[in-house]
């Protein structure tokens, strides 16, 4: 994912609410959000073909997990691929926090990212440019590719939506789906300085990117509840924004 924004033990009937955008070259061979078969089964995700992982998933119990790369041209790109980590969470047999104890002793291997896994306990944060782990207080957070709870336009405005919705009594999703479709642009005193000069910079402060070549493939809502039901629910997109179809599945 390339913008994200939870709420974590906030809301009287969902535990957690997940809404972001993934960003990614048209190019990249991807599959629609579904049911992944074994070793991954009870996997409810969009998968990268070219890698095999995913960026935001679902799975047994409500378990839940998003990564995002972090943006920074000088730092490797080379190791094992992030996608994985989604899934090896999702169908393995560790809680978040002992996953991400794990996991912290190789997180240096990977190229930079940023992971979020929640179960029915605990929503553990562990990134690795830099190096960081914690577990999130209820409330409600934001991460796009710097660190978690960065103020950068874009995820100021999502959590901000969410915070809204969140406080409010009417439950339709159309003011989360509104966000994510945001296509405008920060000021350029707004932007944060990431090392890709002020023109990509200005592109990207986007929620949601249109583009011919780059840009928002996925948009994508989840929720669980406090008893370990929920669904996630994907909105698809290609070249210059098209709209290609849409998934919800139940857990």
Same mark, same amino acid.
């Given at each position: 994912?390339?913008?994200?924004?939870?709420?974590?033990?906030?809301?009287?009937?969902?535990?957690?609410?997940?809404?972001?955008?993934?960003?990614?070259?048209?190019?990249?061979?991807?599959?629609?959000?579904?049911?992944?078969?074994?070793?991954?089964?009870?996997?409810?995700?969009?998968?990268?073909?070219?890698?095999?992982?995913?960026?935001?998933?679902?799975?047994?119990?409500?378990?839940?997990?998003?990564?995002?790369?972090?943006?920074?041209?000088?730092?490797?790109?080379?190791?094992?691929?992030?996608?994985?980590?989604?899934?090896?969470?999702?169908?393995?047999?560790?809680?978040?926090?002992?996953?991400?104890?794990?996991?912290?002793?190789?997180?240096?291997?990977?190229?930079?990212?940023?992971?979020?896994?929640?179960?029915?306990?605990?929503?553990?944060?562990?990134?690795?440019?830099?190096?960081?782990?914690?577990?999130?207080?209820? #409330?409600?957070?934001?991460?796009?590719?710097? !660190?978690?709870?960065?103020?950068?336009?874009?995820?100021?405005?999502?959590?901000?939506?969410?915070?809204?919705?969140? #406080?409010?009594?009417?439950?339709?999703?159309?003011?989360?789906?509104?966000?994510?479709?945001?296509?405008?642009?920060?000021?350029?005193?707004?932007?944060?300085?990431?090392?890709?000069?002020?023109?990509?910079?200005?592109?990207?402060?986007? !929620?949601?990117?249109?583009?011919?070549?780059?840009?928002?493939?996925?948009?994508?809502?989840?929720?669980?509840?406090?008893? #370990?039901?929920?669904?996630?629910?994907?909105?698809?997109?290609?070249?210059?924004?098209?709209?290609?179809?849409?998934?919800?599945?139940?857990?």
């Amino acid at each position: 994912m390339c913008l994200v924004a939870i709420a974590w033990k906030t809301h009287p009937r969902w535990r957690l609410v997940l809404a972001g955008n993934r960003d990614e070259f048209h190019e990249r061979p991807t599959a629609a959000l579904s049911h992944w078969p074994p070793p991954h089964a009870g996997v409810m995700a969009g998968r990268d073909l070219r890698s095999g992982g995913s960026w935001v998933g679902l799975g047994p119990g409500g378990r839940a997990a998003v990564v995002t790369n972090v943006r920074d041209p000088m730092a490797t790109t080379s190791g094992p691929s992030r996608g994985h980590l989604i899934a090896n969470y999702l169908a393995g047999a560790q809680d978040a926090t002992a996953f991400a104890l794990d996991l912290a002793a190789s997180a240096a291997d990977y190229p930079p990212f940023n992971l979020l896994l929640a179960d029915g306990q605990a929503c553990r944060y562990l990134g690795n440019h830099p190096a960081g782990a914690r577990g999130l207080e209820p #409330g409600v957070h934001g991460m796009s590719n710097g !660190a978690l709870d960065a103020p950068w336009p874009k995820t100021r405005r999502l959590t901000a939506v969410l915070g809204e919705w969140i #406080g409010g009594v009417e439950e339709s999703l159309d003011p989360l789906w509104a966000a994510l479709s945001d296509e405008r642009t920060a000021p350029d005193d707004a932007l944060p300085d990431t090392g890709v000069g002020l023109e990509l910079e200005r592109r990207l402060s986007a !929620a949601f990117i249109r583009g011919r070549d780059y840009g928002t493939r996925a948009s994508t809502i989840l929720m669980v509840d406090h008893d #370990g039901g929920g669904w996630i629910h994907e909105r698809r997109f290609g070249p210059d924004g098209l709209f290609l179809g849409q998934t919800r599945l139940d857990l």
